[in-house]
C-alpha cells in the first residue's frame, strides 16, 4: 500500500478549477512534486518544491501544501489536461528512498 | 537535449531475472547531485519507486523488493542497468527510468517513454 494517498478520480468542467489532493505524514518534513502521465508517453513533472514549474508547463497548474497535505490546483482545466497524476514525496524515514501515491484520473468534462 | 531511454526483454518467464538498461544523452551520470531511479507501473496501478543510484555510487532500493534488486551504472556508455530477480507474474509492468535531481528532496525531472515487460511462462 502506498504512503501517500490520492482520490482515484476526479472530474473537472472545462475551464473550471480542480484541486487534486495528496496525504501522508513524509508531506509533513519534504515538500511533494507532482506529475502527469497519458497513455504511452513518459510522465511529465508538473510542479516540485513549494511550487514550482518546470520550464514548459502552463502556469494554469499551481502547488501548495499545509501539514500533511499537499495539493496540486489547476486553474481553467483545459481538455489536454485530462490524464493520471500522481504525487511523490521523499518517504518520511529520511533515507534515500521515495514514495509514491496511487494516482488521481483526471476527466475533464 | 536530454533524453532518457530504457531497453529490455518484453517477455521474462518466471523465476528468471530481470534485467534492464535505461540510455541516458544529454547529461552525465558522473554529475554530482544527479540520480538515476527506476520506477513501475503494474497494469491499472500505482508507479512504484523501485532503485536509484547516484554518481556517488550510493544506491538506495525500494525495502519491499531490496532483496531482489541490483542497480549499477556505467559512465562511460551512459547507461544504468537494473536487475530484478526471481520475476512473477506480478512484475508485470511498465518500467521507466527517471532522472533524479536532489534539490526539494529529490525531484524527478525527466522520464523515460517506459518499457513494458510481461511475466508469463
Known amino acids: 500500500s502506498s504512503e501517500l494517498t490520492q482520490d482515484p478520480a476526479v472530474s473537472v468542467a472545462l475551464g473550471q478549477t480542480v484541486r487534486i489532493t495528496c496525504q501522508g505524514d513524509s508531506l509533513r518534513s519534504y515538500y511533494a512534486s507532482w506529475y502527469q502521465s497519458k497513455p504511452g508517453q513518459a510522465p511529465v513533472l508538473v510542479i516540485y518544491g513549494k511550487n514550482n514549474r518546470p520550464s514548459g508547463i502552463p502556469d494554469r497548474f499551481s502547488g501548495s501544501s499545509s501539514g500533511n497535505t499537499a495539493s496540486l490546483t489547476i486553474t481553467g482545466a483545459q481538455a489536454e489536461d485530462e490524464a493520471d497524476y500522481h504525487c511523490n514525496s521523499r518517504d518520511r524515514s529520511g533515507n534515500h528512498l521515495w514514495v509514491f501515491g496511487g494516482g488521481t484520473k483526471l476527466t475533464v468534462l | 537535449q536530454v533524453t532518457l531511454k530504457e531497453s529490455g526483454p518484453v517477455l521474462v518467464k518466471p523465476k528468471e531475472t530481470l534485467t534492464l538498461t535505461c540510455t541516458v544523452s544529454?547529461?552525465?551520470?558522473?554529475?554530482?547531485?544527479?540520480?538515476v531511479s527506476w520506477i513501475r507501473q503494474p497494469p491499472g496501478m500505482a508507479l512504484e519507486w523501485l532503485a536509484n543510484i547516484f554518481s556517488s555510487d550510493q544506491k538506495s532500493f525500494s525495502p519491499s523488493l531490496r532483496s531482489r534488486l541490483a542497480i549499477s551504472r556505467d559512465s562511460s556508455k551512459g547507461q544504468v542497468v537494473l536487475s530484478m530477480t526471481n520475476v512473477d507474474p506480478v512484475d508485470t509492468a511498465t518500467y521507466f527510468c527517471?532522472?533524479?535531481?536532489?534539490?526539494?528532496?529529490?525531484?524527478?525531472?525527466?522520464w523515460g517513454q517506459g518499457t513494458i515487460v510481461t511475466v508469463s511462462s
Open positions: 527517471a532522472r533524479l535531481q536532489e534539490t526539494w528532496g529529490g525531484v524527478f525531472d525527466l
Open positions: 544529454g547529461f552525465s551520470l558522473s554529475n554530482t547531485r544527479l540520480g
